[in-house]
């Protein structure tokens, strides 16, 4: 989003992933059944922008808050796996849809992995 106001975690190449995978389900979660509104579509959508949501609400914060926050986001990122395999096994998504989606999974949990790497080193080295 183009804005004259900026916020630091809007620069972080993972955070911008995340809202980009957000989108991906929300759009994939429309062809679900009416049925699943308030369930596996609900819960699939809040787990995938949960990833974000917590990559910019510890970002504001001291290091040992922000390396907690990633590690709710790593853990939304397994959600979103259940997630995408559920629907897979319901044939709500495609073989390949689910595949696509755990490609970005993977890479988001690695990109959170190593920055929290980086932000553990950087608490570990102000002891």
């Not at 429309?30 to 949960?50: M, T, V």
């Not at 926050?69 to 849809?97: D, I, P, Q």
Request: proline fraction near 1%; aromatic fraction near 12%; charged fraction near 30%.
């Amino acid at each position: 989003m183009d804005s004259k106001y900026n916020f630091k975690f809007e620069n972080l190449t993972v955070y911008n992933k995340a809202m980009e995978f957000g989108e991906i389900v929300n759009t994939l979660t429309k062809k679900f059944p009416k049925e699943e509104r308030f369930e596996l579509s609900s819960q699939f959508r809040r787990a995938a922008d949960s990833i974000a949501l917590n990559i910019a609400e510890g970002s504001g914060g001291t290091d040992s808050q922000f390396y907690n926050y990633l590690g709710n986001a790593w853990h939304s990122v397994h959600e979103c796996v259940f997630c995408s395999s559920k629907a897979r096994m319901r044939r709500y998504v495609t073989l390949e849809e689910d595949e696509e989606n755990r490609r970005i999974l993977t890479e988001l949990s690695k990109m959170i992995t190593t920055l929290r790497n980086r932000i553990s080193d950087r608490i570990k080295s102000k002891k």
